[in-house]
């Protein structure tokens, strides 16, 4: 299967062409010169992506305390043990809970957010650039400061709640409530970032198409549906890839959301606690077990390849009910 | 022409990839020379070393220090400080290790230099015994850190909320309402019929620490591992006391709930939303810190409730990996001298660990201005000699997690009194394995 993002590919220069020089020197250049391009990205990744990987690997297959000598080989306990630890299938609950409830609202309001700012708004740049300001702003300011908005007895949210007169909730002991805090910060950040996303594929939507499904009878919610959102199918993928990775990956938001004494736990029942956190306070403190935590790693591997091969399937079928060439009309 | 583009970008790649190599290999290191050297201290909460930096930077002109961590969470700290060991690199040349996490750290004495080496043996009566061979390695072979302070404990209270409520302010009167934790709980429930709008304590974490820590060294002389390194939780009666007083206190709703260490419990300090606090020595440089000045001279330190106890303390360390051994091996030597001791104790109000420098004047008949004047000097420190220590296992620190964080889902109400007694057993004992 192919995902289809926004790159098409780029044409390949007629190759071969025969030149007046014809040495061999030159032959090997147009023939190698190609990889040599782009060696960098793929020296850089081999140091700093394929080799970490491998080593988390490595060390998951033995006994590793973080300080320790010796580090005896063990095959693959690590991860029988990981398959027995109902921890970790909490944590594995909770990132799945935070990521349903974060990433949805996020795309169908990015969705509705780049619809309003492809109209003919009055400063229409400035809107645009301003819905990417919470993304610029940093992760861990906004963590703290969503942490004290959504505090227990002197928290902003609370607060509202009472002169409505409702009741405060336990924003960071209630493992639903505490999911719903965490989403809406992430949805702050990255819901104007996937709306500039989709503004940019909305733009390259041919106005023809809209002009005839007016003469047609559509109104502007059915054109919506029927023109716009199948055209966006390659950009919702891209945008829904993206927000899988970053989601399953969450680890400054719930960290920082919760303060005091391990804060790693996400709570005192582990509320809202991420698998890059359960990985974190496996591998560094308290336990310092590195083999343990290099195993949740890669099980957050799998886990985040399954998610998105299972998004890109959906999506297809979405997408592939209606209108045969929506895959083509956005892909520029 | 066509191959020497080529060449030119090989050899940009290779500058770029070397230039990002040894970038990367001098990061944190310093520059050798003839200038002057930079030693790195690492610390968390308050310790208190400003003035010391200043007074052996100007007899040292050669050394110039750099402390990080000041006001971090030891949560926070330890983490680093082991990532850095086993990074070999990114330590400090002095770094600060808390009883809880030494046995850990010494359970790998390699990553530290032994201070018998360096002349360290010399010293051994400038502190405490039990500090002293609390820096040791089980065979004795090897000192891994000299002693900062020892966690002698005090209770910490408002007098202006102790005023509203109608109980007597005065520090002697008030150490004489609570002379046992029962009477401390009975003072409490007054204090809460009174209506005064603030919780009678912090959090019962924060209690139960000390309720165990001062049991355990009037009893068992151990905690949640015996000496033999077994995990006894669950049939170390002094675990199950301190745990069942503190289910009284919460049962009497005397806990404000604010989770130690947490924004919200600064924010409680700063509103003067509880009247006690479990007050370990260095304890009052925290509050000082969170309450700020606005309640400079609101509070006053009585004595614990039950019979003394102790609560933390740290060591000093030279990691292995440091540049300027020898250099951060007399700085640790001059921080943890009874005059640096002293000087801690001044800023921040560590007690020292040692005992020339718990006789001096400068120390008991020091008062805290911001505690009312309160002697801390003879407070803390009458009872610091006879302090008996509490012995630490290898996964202390993640087994006291487990253990207060079943205590914190009683006092939210998540948990029943009796469910987070067997959470508390069932997940130390799964912490103890990992």
Redesign the interface.
């Known amino acids: 299967m192919t995902v289809q993002l926004d790159a098409r590919p780029p044409v390949a220069p007629a190759a071969g062409t025969p030149r007046r020089s014809s040495g061999r ?2 032959r090997l ?1 147009t023939r190698f ?1 190609p990889y ?2 782009i ?2 990205f793929f ?1 850089i990744f081999a140091i700093f992506g394929a080799y970490p990987l491998a080593y988390t690997f490595w060390v998951s297959l033995h006994d590793w ?5 010796d580090h005896p080989f063990i095959g693959a306990e690590n991860y029988t043990r990981l398959l027995a630890d109902p921890d970790f299938w909490h944590a594995l609950v909770n990132t799945l809970g935070i990521f349903v409830i974060s990433t949805v609202p996020q795309l169908l309001a990015a969705l509705w957010l780049a619809n309003l700012l492809n109209r003919g708004l009055r400063a229409r740049t400035g809107w645009r650039m301003a819905v990417l300001v919470p993304n610029v702003t940093s992760t861990a300011a906004v963590a ?1 400061v969503f ?2 908005l959504f ?4 928290g902003m949210v609370n607060w509202l709640l009472d002169l409505v007169g409702l009741d405060a909730i ?1 924003w960071k ?1 209630n493992r639903f409530a505490s999911w719903v805090a965490i989403s809406a910060m992430v949805d702050w950040r990255w819901t104007g970032y996937n709306a500039l996303i989709l503004l940019a594929a909305m733009q390259a939507i041919p106005r023809d198409l809209y002009e005839a499904a007016a003469i047609d009878g559509a109104s502007r919610v059915r054109q919506f549906w029927s023109v716009t959102v199948p055209l966006l199918k390659p950009t919702i993928i891209f945008c829904t890839i993206i927000a899988t990775i970053g989601g399953l990956q969450l680890f400054t938001e719930p960290r920082m959301f ?8 996400g709570g ?2 582990r509320e809202s606690q991420t698998l890059t956190m359960y990985m ?1 306070e ?1 591998a ?7 083999g ?1 935590g290099s195993a949740v790693a890669w099980l957050l591997f799998a886990l985040i390849a399954i998610v998105a091969l299972v998004n890109v399937l959906i999506l297809r079928r979405i997408g592939g009910r209606s209108g045969p060439d929506g895959r083509k009309g956005a892909a520029r | 022409m ?2 020497f583009p ?1 060449r030119r ?2 050899a940009v ?1 290779l500058a ?2 070397t230039a990002l190599l040894v970038t990367a290999g001098c990061g944190g290191g310093d520059e050798q020379g003839d200038g002057p050297i930079t030693l790195t201290v690492d610390v968390f909460g308050q310790f208190g070393y400003e003035q010391l930096y200043q007074e052996y930077m100007a007899a040292n002109p050669n050394v110039k220090i750099v402390e990080r961590g000041t006001g971090t ?1 030891l ?1 926070e700290y ?2 680093k400080l ?2 850095w ?2 990074a070999g690199r990114g330590a400090g040349d002095v770094v600060a290790i808390e009883e809880g996490l030494l046995v ?2 010494k ?2 004495p ?2 530290f230099v032994n201070l018998l080496d360096h002349g360290a043996a010399d010293l051994k009566g400038n502190f405490l015994e039990w500090k002293w061979n609390a820096g040791l390695t089980a065979d004795g072979k090897q000192l891994i850190g000299l002693g900062t302070d020892v966690g002698g404990i005090a209770m910490c209270y408002r007098k202006d909320l102790f005023e509203k409520a109608g109980l007597p302010t005065e520090r002697d009167a008030v150490s004489k309402l609570w002379p046992t934790w029962p009477d401390y709980i009975a003072t409490g429930e007054k204090f809460v019929a009174a209506k005064t709008g603030a919780s009678f304590l912090d959090a019962a ?1 924060n209690t139960f620490n000390t309720i165990l820590l001062q049991t355990a060294g009037n009893t068992t002389g151990y905690s949640y591992y015996d000496t033999s390194d077994k995990l006894v939780v669950d049939s170390n009666p002094s675990v199950r006391q301190a745990w069942d007083t503190t289910m009284d206190i919460i049962d009497s709703g005397l806990s404000g ?9 600064v ?2 300090f700063k ?1 003067s ?1 509880f009247a006690t606090i479990a007050c370990p020595a260095w304890m009052t440089g925290v509050i000082e810190a969170n309450a700020g000045t606005g309640a400079q001279g609101k509070w006053d330190i009585a004595q614990v409730p039950g019979n003394g106890g102790n609560w933390g303390g740290s060591h000093l360390a030279v990691p292995k990996q440091s540049k300027h051994q020898a250099e951060a091996i007399e700085l640790a030597k001059f921080l943890t001298s009874a005059k640096g001791q002293i000087g801690a104790f001044k800023a921040k109000g560590p007690l020292p660990s040692s005992p020339q420098a718990l006789d001096d004047p400068a120390i008991t008949g020091a008062k805290n201005a911001y505690f009312s004047d309160a002697p801390v000097g003879t407070i803390f420190g009458s009872g610091a000699k006879s302090l008996k220590p509490v012995y630490m296992g290898p ?1 202390n ?2 087994v006291r ?1 487990e253990v ?2 079943a205590v ?2 009683v006092e ?1 109400g ?1 948990r029943s009194p009796a469910q987070g007694w067997t959470d508390a057993v069932t997940n130390a004992k799964k ?1 103890a394995a ?1």
Not at chain 1, 65 to 69: E, N
Not at chain 1, 258 to 265: D, E, L, Q, V, Y
Not at chain 2, 257 to 265: A, F, I, L, P, V
């Open positions: 020197l030159s250049d010169s040599l391009y060696a960098p020296l305390d973080l300080l320790g000598a703290i942490g004290v505090g227990r007895e002197f336990e002991s919760h303060s005091g004494t391990n804060p790693i736990r005192p029942l974190f496996n560094f403190a308290p336990h310092y077990n590195f343990y | 066509a191959v080529r970008l090989a790649a770029a990839t969470n949560d330890s983490p082991t990532q060991l086993a850990e750290y359970a790998n390699g990553n974490t709930k604010y989770g130690s260490w947490s924004e919200e419990w924010s409680a509103q939303k996964k620190q993640a997690t207060e964080n914190r889902t939210l998540q912490a990992k």
